[in-house]
């Protein structure tokens, strides 16, 4: 079986298939943060989801181009740089090296391209003169723009493709100014907002005289630019199905014209949101954590990565502290077995056997549509088999680097970083300082340095290979 998705567009399961003629190129495009706060851990939810499925097609064998965008001017990014008295980019940049720092921290690798918005208004501006050419977009005395639904929709086009709505009611010609906006007011929406006072000193020139444009272009200019006018895969949170997605499609449509008979984009798929007590994590009530928060309480980032991929990327779920615990044990316990692996290889390497059960029952379990329940019910079958091997010493040094590689492999989808890895250089001394004071059987000076250890939160354990310094 290959890789079958859920594509929001079809609301089914399909099987992957990219555009690429020689099925071996993929696009992706999902859309980044709005840098103008810090990032909080329901929004990385989305983009350690979008980390996950790049890096599954990648082990699927698919030569992946990913594409992240900043958005770096919108009405929220004004609001804020009008009450901090900085400029655009000087507020932006600030979030925008926090965002990229929570990601690492996160595991997630670097998208390899990262558009940002107010780099990309002349393609902005090409897209919305192709609008007004195509008789969709119009513009107003003020000097914005606007899409024309009706006018779209005349020309043959459907405006509600990843949801239904009720075009009926729509009044023609009504207009919504917001970038942000519920599907019960769908009107008219901003391609290019003309100046005003509010904006401050954030404006740029364009045909239809000083403005900004509107949050849905800048994606669909983005991603067209370094896509193309048809790409395989665009991600991101289930908010944006409505206005921003539907938007986006109406927008790359309606200027391209898709009559070839392919769309803009052929896979669409979205990540479910973070809950608080039932209700999505959002700045605006305020329940919402941020990576700093998490980790000054001492847990680390693969353990929030952890805990956002333990749920399929469809299913809602909670976020508590007590499941941020679970995610410390869950990890430990994988921790303790690769760690009695790497000393049983004594410096051997091995190729991954493909159809082991680890690798088979993972690459099953994501291939439906990133079943992860069942890939973490492989992983942890396999810790409990390769832990019973180890005590009944069933496995030579040969063995245990196979199974060290099957996890490598699995783990290049996961990105579990790992832990003993982190072990940072003053400790390693300790360790090594302790290993001295016991051969030279000073064990009140050996006592003292692992009581040292333990105060910063590391323990010694003595293997027949020699100790190994972990968290406590
Ligand atoms: P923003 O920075 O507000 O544009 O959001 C960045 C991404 O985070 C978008 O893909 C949103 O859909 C997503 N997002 C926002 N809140 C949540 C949440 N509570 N859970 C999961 N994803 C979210
Ligand atoms: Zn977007």
């Known amino acids: 079986m290959g890789l079958n998705v859920f594509n929001t567009l079809s609301r089914s399961v399909e099987p992957f298939v990219p555009l690429d003629p020689d099925g071996k190129k993929v696009g992706i495009y999902c859309c980044g943060p709005t840098v103008h706060d810090f990032a909080h851990i329901g929004n990385f939810r989305t983009f350690v989801f979008a980390d996950v499925v790049r890096r599954y097609l990648t ?31 000087e507020y932006t ?11 690492k921290t996160l595991g997630c690798l670097m998208p390899d391209e990262q558009p940002h918005a107010t780099k990309f208004i002349g393609p902005i501006i090409k897209l919305i003169k192709k609008l007004e050419k195509n008789g969709i977009a119009y513009s107003t005395g003020d000097g914005s723009v606007y899409f024309s639904i009706e006018k779209y929709r005349k020309a043959g086009n ?6 239904n709505l009720n075009l009926d009611e729509m009044r023609p010609g009504e207009r919504v100014s917001n970038d942000e906006y519920e599907k019960e007011s769908v009107a008219d929406f901003a391609l290019w907002k003309s100046r005003v006072p509010e904006d401050g ?9 000083e403005g900004r444009p509107g949050w849905h272009i800048e994606c669909s200019a983005m991603s067209m630019e370094l896509l193309g006018p048809s790409f395989d895969l665009h991600l991101g949170g289930e908010d944006l199905v409505f206005p921003h997605h539907e938007d986006e499609i109406a927008q790359s449509e309606g200027a391209c014209m898709h009559s070839n008979g392919k769309k803009f984009v052929k896979y669409w798929m979205h990540g479910a949101h973070l809950l608080v007590e039932g209700k999505k994590m ?33 299913e809602t779920f909670n976020f508590t502290l007590d499941n941020l615990e679970g995610a410390k044990t869950a990890m430990s316990r994988i921790d303790e077995c690769t760690a009695k692996l790497h000393e049983l290889t004594l410096g051997q390497t091995a190729e991954p056997v493909n159809d082991s059960p680890l690798i088979s029952g993972f690459t099953e379990a994501m291939d439906n549509d990133l079943n992860v329940s069942a890939a973490w019910a492989a992983v942890f079958d396999w810790v409990r088999d390769t832990n019973r091997k180890l005590t009944s010493s069933g496995l030579d040094s040969a063995a245990a680097a196979t199974e060290l590689a099957n996890w490598e492999q699995i ?36 006592d003292q340095i692992r009581d040292e250890l333990a105060n910063q939160g590391w ?14």
Do not use: C
Not at 93 to 103: H, M, S, W
Not at 282 to 296: I, Q, V, Y
């Open 59 to 89: 082990f699927r064998g698919f030569n992946v181009n990913h594409v992240m965008n900043i958005t770096d001017v919108e009405d929220k990014i004004i609001r804020r740089v009008n009450e901090s008295g900085k400029s655009l980019s």
């Open 93 to 103: 940049n600030e979030f925008e090296k926090a965002f990229f720092k929570d990601l």
């Open 158 to 163: 459907q405006y509600g493709q990843l949801l």
């Open 201 to 209: 000193e954030v404006f740029w020139n364009s045909p239809w005289g």
């Open 282 to 314: 959002s700045k605006s009530l305020g329940n919402f954590f941020t990576l700093r928060d998490l980790l000054a309480k001492g847990f680390d980032g693969r353990e929030v990565r952890y805990l956002m991929i333990s749920a399929h990327y469809r």
């Open 411 to 446: 783990n290049s989808v996961l990105g579990i970083k790992s832990r003993e890895a982190k072990a940072p250089a003053e400790i390693l001394v300790l360790a090594e300082q302790r290993q001295a004071a016991r051969k030279a059987k000073d064990f009140a000076r050996s």
């Open 459 to 472: 323990i010694i354990e003595d293997t027949p290979n020699g100790p190994r310094v972990k968290r406590g």
